[in-house]
């Protein structure tokens, strides 16, 4: 017996009614956009010699602030597609592309991007990619390609953004050799906004504790819990492209990021390895910083850079330290310095910072 259809807003209100979900008038109107995609896709592709399969429907790009919700709309409607989908962050998609196209040089393939493509659009019908951005120039040259041979073998993209198309790598080196792509994206996808004034994801932290010192059991375990919350379980690694370098942070979802502190101050990375990572994030949560001095002179110095980044991207921090801010640094060459960067902690853990 066939199973009865489940729809978006059905799923949707399924959450409002388990007390999972918030209604909310913006996510609401979105609804229809996704359920259109939803039953297009549902419809049977009838197989024959003359048949012709079905144009595709249009795609979705959804765009808006930050914690409105635009990442569990997403999650609710791949959940209920019954057709090969794949939802996955675009950084982290952008990165296997790379690795493949690298795959097909080393072969001496002429034209790498179309056996890439052709391998992503024979096993899927549908990819569902979260956060949408391109700051990169190699990623810039190659997306419009790629995208503009998914569309040809009829897969269906829903991507969401924090920034309108017209705005996808703005003020890019060479911008004009992109912009056919924005074209493309806006002949293929329904643009919709997700104009909620509600930030979901300041409410789930607002008033909420997000320096825990002493670093023990507790901070550990309600670490745990935030992360949990503000990921919803689902977890990629995040590789950022600074500079011909690989930086890899290996917890990441729904633009937060989840990091050790010698994984992010006990490497040699510099300003613009924290400037990528503060431009990509909106939430960062560092663990286990330690008291700083002079045995570990370079990894200060490095989070101090770290911490101006994330203050001036207005990145929200959430950390778990050996000490206070005054208290983390108190004896050696930079303790002065380090006045400022305590200071900055202080003001980041104030209810609204980053919004």
Same mark, same amino acid.
């Given at each position: 017996?066939?199973?009865?259809?489940?729809?978006?807003?059905?799923?949707?209100?399924? $959450?409002?009614?388990?007390?999972?979900?918030?209604?909310?008038?913006?996510?609401?109107?979105?609804?229809?956009?996704?359920?259109?995609?939803?039953? +297009?896709? =549902?419809?049977?592709?009838?197989?024959?010699?003359?048949?012709?399969?079905?144009?595709?429907?249009?795609?979705?790009?959804?765009?808006?602030?930050?914690?409105?919700?635009?990442?569990?709309?997403? #999650?609710?409607?791949?959940?209920?597609?019954?057709?090969?989908?794949?939802?996955? @962050?675009? @950084?982290?998609?952008?990165?296997?592309?790379?690795?493949?196209?690298?795959?097909?040089?080393?072969?001496?393939?002429?034209?790498?991007?179309?056996?890439?493509?052709?391998?992503?659009?024979?096993?899927?019908?549908?990819? +569902?990619?979260?956060?949408?951005?391109?700051?990169?120039?190699?990623?810039?040259?190659?997306?419009?390609?790629?995208?503009?041979?998914?569309?040809?073998?009829?897969?269906?993209?829903?991507?969401?953004?924090?920034?309108?198309?017209?705005?996808?790598?703005?003020?890019?080196?060479?911008?004009?050799? %992109?912009?056919?792509?924005?074209? /493309?994206?806006?002949?293929?996808?329904?643009?919709?906004?997700?104009?909620?004034?509600? #930030?979901?994801?300041?409410?789930?932290? +607002?008033?909420?504790? *997000?320096?825990?010192?002493?670093?023990?059991?507790?901070?550990?375990?309600?670490?745990?819990?935030?992360?949990?919350?503000?990921?919803?379980?689902?977890?990629?690694?995040?590789?950022? @492209?600074?500079?011909?370098?690989?930086?890899? /942070?290996?917890? %990441?979802?729904? =633009?937060?990021? $989840?990091?050790? %502190?010698?994984?992010?101050?006990?490497?040699?990375? !510099?300003?613009?390895?924290?400037?990528?990572?503060?431009?990509?994030?909106?939430?960062?949560?560092?663990?286990?910083?330690?008291?700083?001095?002079?045995?570990?002179?370079?990894?200060?110095?490095?989070?101090?850079?770290?911490? #101006? =980044?994330?203050?001036?991207?207005?990145?929200?921090?959430?950390?778990?330290?050996?000490?206070?801010?005054?208290?983390?640094? *108190?004896?050696? *060459?930079?303790?002065?310095?380090?006045?400022?960067? =305590?200071?900055?902690?202080?003001?980041?853990?104030?209810?609204?910072? !980053?919004?």
């Amino acid at each position: 017996m066939a199973m009865p259809m489940v729809t978006v807003t059905d799923l949707y209100e399924q $959450r409002v009614a388990e007390g999972r979900l918030t209604r909310d008038a913006a996510q609401e109107a979105a609804l229809p956009e996704f359920e259109r995609i939803r039953a +297009a896709l =549902a419809q049977p592709v009838k197989k024959g010699l003359f048949r012709k399969a079905p144009e595709p429907p249009k795609g979705l790009y959804l765009w808006g602030g930050v914690g409105r919700g635009k990442s569990m709309l997403m #999650d609710l409607f791949v959940e209920s597609v019954d057709v090969p989908a794949r939802r996955v @962050h675009f @950084h982290a998609f952008m990165q296997e592309m790379h690795a493949q196209m690298h795959i097909e040089r080393k072969k001496g393939t002429e034209d790498v991007i179309k056996p890439v493509a052709k391998r992503v659009a024979d096993e899927l019908r549908l990819l +569902a990619f979260d956060e949408m951005q391109i700051t990169d120039i190699t990623d810039a040259m190659i997306v419009g390609r790629l995208f503009e041979q998914l569309f040809l073998a009829g897969c269906v993209v829903v991507t969401t953004s924090n920034r309108v198309p017209d705005d996808l790598y703005k003020d890019g080196l060479n911008r004009q050799l %992109f912009l056919p792509f924005i074209e /493309l994206l806006k002949d293929k996808m329904a643009v919709q906004e997700l104009a909620s004034p509600k #930030d979901h994801r300041q409410d789930r932290l +607002a008033g909420a504790q *997000v320096y825990f010192s002493p670093n023990n059991a507790e901070a550990r375990a309600e670490i745990d819990r935030i992360w949990q919350e503000l990921s919803g379980g689902q977890e990629e690694p995040l590789v950022l @492209h600074v500079q011909g370098r690989e930086v890899e /942070l290996p917890r %990441f979802s729904n =633009a937060v990021a $989840r990091s050790g %502190f010698y994984q992010l101050c006990g490497k040699a990375l !510099g300003a613009a390895d924290y400037l990528k990572l503060a431009e990509t994030v909106r939430v960062l949560i560092i663990e286990d910083i330690p008291t700083l001095g002079r045995s570990n002179f370079n990894e200060a110095k490095r989070f101090v850079t770290l911490v #101006d =980044a994330l203050y001036e991207a207005k990145v929200k921090l959430i950390v778990s330290a050996a000490d206070q801010p005054e208290m983390l640094y *108190v004896e050696g *060459v930079g303790a002065f310095e380090f006045d400022r960067t =305590a200071s900055r902690l202080r003001e980041m853990q104030a209810e609204g910072w !980053g919004q």
